[in-house]
């Protein structure tokens, strides 16, 4: 009988920082959004100063100095590397794992002859912990949503260390109580309001519904919910996620851009990452796409796209890259104040199913050419995790780069950052 775990890394971002600076640890920390904008991750301590997310930095940053709140700007580099060594871990440790987002995975797991997962959840805890200084929770039910809910039950009940088996609980419908109906994967605002007006206000009493009007109003995956509710396994663990229909890579710059050179300079970063990304996905895109836009604050707004559709599907960067240069010509206006801009790559298909266009056709020796240049940088770069081999455009210096000022100093994804001990 196989039961299905959700692992999620508590405080995720707050506890990677912490984990490589044990001076931060058992201290209020808060994580800033890009550009150091908004509070996007607390700490446990922090928590319990009732600082909430999504609160400006600038609004409060008196409140945190006088409380003695520790804040950084975000290190994605740093949070996506500790994800893959989690998961990496219980990729060792489960049957079938699903990676859910950058801190929590669906996992399979075959239960034993007394049903005691116990033992198996403790285990894979201390083992997270003792590798990379996370701490984990782990829900364990009959199937994702019960998992999910199990999981909030672990965070919420003091006795359970952290694990929580909604699956062997005695009285399970006094646990589904004590989640709120908003609370309940799947459910949005909308609908929990509505859920609120019939009476229904937790996941007990969503289960008990009749279903005949569930399904009038919510349909298909109305109906999905409450049977997981009931302890039906509606959704499998998908080891292999969906094809995507879009890379988007986009930011906001720290100062606006009134010059072209540093819209195309903008843009072709953002391409050489988005064409990485393509080329780690085994895709290729038929459309290229870039936009640029003022702030929404501003009192001249403007905001403009182009797109080109390729001939022939492509994730080589040197063919992209100059698509991207050309078309920035077209978004570009120099009386506007440009706040933000991006590049999306679309239509995307399989690297592996190649279709030849018959007006440009490359010979297969420089296709295989390109392909082995393409595949030598990205090789070199997640070496040594540094950029250590990139294009010309993306080395000009950026007056309008992300604004992390706050950025700890520590790193396990730049060698240049780590520590030196002198003896």
Request: hydrophobic share 35%; glycine share 4%; with cysteine.
């Amino acid at each position: 009988m196989n039961a299905i775990a959700l692992v999620d890394g508590n405080n995720f971002y707050a506890s990677c920082e912490q984990s490589i600076n044990p001076s931060l640890k058992n201290k209020p920390l808060v994580i800033l959004s890009n550009n150091d904008g908004c509070i996007i991750a607390r700490s446990a301590e922090a928590r319990t100063l009732k600082i909430r997310m999504g609160e400006p930095y600038f609004k409060i940053k008196k409140r945190l100095n006088k409380l003695g709140v520790i804040v950084l700007s975000s290190n994605y580099s740093l949070y996506g590397d500790m994800s893959k060594r989690l998961m990496n871990i219980l990729k060792k440790h489960c049957e079938k794992i699903e990676i859910y987002s950058i801190d929590e995975a669906f996992i399979s797991i075959h239960r034993p002859h007394n049903k005691d997962l116990f033992p198996w959840a403790r285990k894979l805890r201390t083992l997270i912990y003792q590798n990379l200084g996370l701490t984990i929770t782990i829900g364990i039910a009959e199937n994702k949503l019960r998992a999910k809910l199990a999981n909030k039950l672990a965070k919420r009940i003091n006795y359970s260390a952290g694990i929580f088996d909604l699956g062997i609980a005695n009285n399970k419908n006094s646990y589904l109580k004590e989640i709120n109906v908003e609370n309940i994967w799947g459910i949005g605002n909308q609908t929990s309001q509505w859920l609120r007006s019939k009476g229904i206000k937790n996941a007990r009493e969503l289960k008990d519904m009749n279903q005949h009007e569930l399904k009038k109003k919510l349909g298909v995956v109305g109906q999905r919910i409450q049977l997981e509710l009931k302890g039906y396994q509606c959704l499998p663990i998908e080891e292999k996620k969906n094809q995507k229909k879009e890379i988007r890579v986009s930011r906001s710059f720290s100062q606006p851009i009134t010059k072209l050179d540093d819209l195309k300079h903008a843009l072709a970063i953002y391409t050489i990452r988005a064409s990485e990304k393509m080329r780690a996905q085994n895709l290729k895109a038929s459309v290229v796409t870039i936009f640029a836009r003022t702030s929404h604050y501003s009192n001249f707004n403007y905001q403009k796209s182009a797109y080109k559709k390729l001939i022939e599907a492509t994730n080589n960067t040197n063919i992209i890259l100059k698509i991207v240069i050309e078309l920035s010509k077209e978004i570009y206006h120099p009386d506007y104040k440009l706040a933000k801009a991006g590049v999306l790559m679309q239509d995307l298909s399989d690297y592996n199913y190649i279709q030849k266009s018959i007006i440009n056709y490359p010979s297969d020796d420089k296709s295989e050419r390109e392909n082995k240049l393409m595949q030598t940088i990205d090789s070199l770069n997640n070496k040594f995790r540094n950029e250590v081999i990139t294009w010309g455009i993306a080395k000009k210096k950026q007056s309008w780069s992300m604004n992390r000022k706050l950025l700890s100093g520590t790193s396990i994804t730049n060698i240049e950052k780590i520590p030196t001990i002198i003896i």
